[in-house]
Structure formats: C-alpha cells, structure tokens
C-alpha cells in the first residue's frame, strides 16, 4: 500500500502510548514522535524512530507543554523562558534516542495547545523558533498558513512545511473545531476521504457549519489517538485518487 506515499503527503501523530501503531507507519509519509511533554518516553520515542526507519518515514518531533495530566491539550501561561526550558528537555531526550538509532531529524511540530497558541500569538512563535537554535541541522517547520508561526518562521529564514487536518473540522482556516464540540474529529473514512479531495482539488475544505474555507496546504495530518486511523488510512490508500 505504499503506492499513496507516492501522491500525497501524509503525515502522523505517534509515540503516544494510545493505539498500537505498528501498522500505520507503513502508510504515511512522515511522523511526529511524541518526546515527554504530553507523552512519550525513552522506550516509545525509540520505538517510533526504529517503525519510522523500517518504514522510510521522515522523522518529526512533536514537543508540547510539560502536562501529561492534560494530555497537552491545556493552554499554560508559562514565562517564555521556561517555555525554552520545557522545550529543551524534550528536544535532548528525543536527539539522545535519534542519535542512538543513527536517525536524522527531518522537522518539527507543535502539539495539542500549544500548536494552537502558536497560531496567534506573536511572542510565543518567536519563543518557539528561538528554541530551535537548539538544533545543529536547519528543520521544516510544520504549521498553518497564514499563523505566527509561518511569519516568524520565515523571518527566521525556516523551510515551512503548510498543514492541514484530515480528521479534524474547522471554524476558520486558522482555527480547529474544540474536541468538546460534536463533530469535531471526523472517524468516518468517507468524510476524511471528502475533505482531502476538497483540500488537494479545491485547495479549501467546508466547516462544521458548511462555510467555505481556502487553506494551503502541502502535508495532511492524521492523528493516531483513536481506533478508526488504521480504517481511515486503508480507505484512502483504495480510493484517493491524485
């Protein structure tokens, strides 16, 4: 089933400890391996890296707040310098894993609420692209067009690499359905199915409330926390059609 890597570029959410993933890794593109903010820990985040190399994906880091209680789906009011510190302990807890493996990093992309708040607020996306001074090697940057991040991102001189979500509903273009509103995670294969052609054809999708909404995007994000990835992934790998 690799033939969809092929026509489009589909990247996943992993490490996370929720679902068995070991099927997954073979039908997307790229993943992002959860590094001890919200999850994720030595064993998990090597695991992934070795799925990820069997599977020719391209190796993303998926750092978030410090709150696993929270899943790092709450926003925090950090003081941006321990934002840095958070951020920091994450990146050298994944590169000690990615270095042991031999693997090279290929970018990075926020998770849960922080990659939300990177979507407004200046401060903080200038605090997160001054976090990756960290890395020796230049990374992507994952976000959504038009956020803090891309602006700060490409003052910074970072590749961007456009993102939009396959099983989630929009509001806007730069904002995602809250989880607590019904409909917001999209689990039928025809409606993921649906909205990648509306995004890859039309480059747009319909909201919740059936409003048009032009996104640019250039990879397509699942997220592996619930049952239906492996159906949705199987579906699209039959019916997707470039």
Avoid at 103 to 130: E, M, R, S
């Amino acid at each position: 089933m690799g033939f969809l890597k092929n026509q489009i570029h589909i990247n996943l959410d992993v490490g996370e400890g929720i679902v068995d993933e070991t099927q997954l890794f073979s039908k997307v593109s790229a993943v992002n391996i959860a590094c001890g903010g919200h999850a994720g820990d030595d064993f998990t985040i090597s695991s992934a890296i070795n799925l990820a190399l069997e599977n020719q994906n391209q190796i993303g880091l998926h750092p978030s707040y410090q709150d696993r209680e929270n899943f790092g789906r709450r926003s925090l009011k950090l003081p941006l310098d321990e934002l840095i510190d958070q951020l920091h302990r994450q990146y050298e807890i994944f590169i000690k894993n990615l270095n042991r493996e031999n693997a090279t990093l290929n970018h990075i992309k926020p998770h849960g609420a922080l990659y939300n708040d990177l979507l407004h607020n200046q401060d903080l996306a200038k605090t997160f692209v001054k976090s990756l001074s960290f890395f020796s090697q230049p990374l992507i940057i994952y976000t959504i067009y038009g956020s803090a991040l891309h602006e700060e991102a490409k003052a910074a001189h970072f590749e961007i690499q456009f993102e939009a979500f396959l099983d989630r509903s929009y509001v806007s273009s730069l904002e995602l359905t809250p989880r607590s509103v019904n409909g917001a995670v999209l689990e039928e294969p025809t409606e993921v199915l649906a909205q990648l052609n509306n995004l890859t054809i039309n480059n747009g999708l319909y909201s919740l409330t059936n409003t048009w909404i032009p996104l640019k995007a250039q990879t397509y994000c699942l997220h592996s926390d619930h049952s239906n990835t492996l159906t949705i992934l199987n579906y699209l790998h039959r019916n997707f059609r470039a």
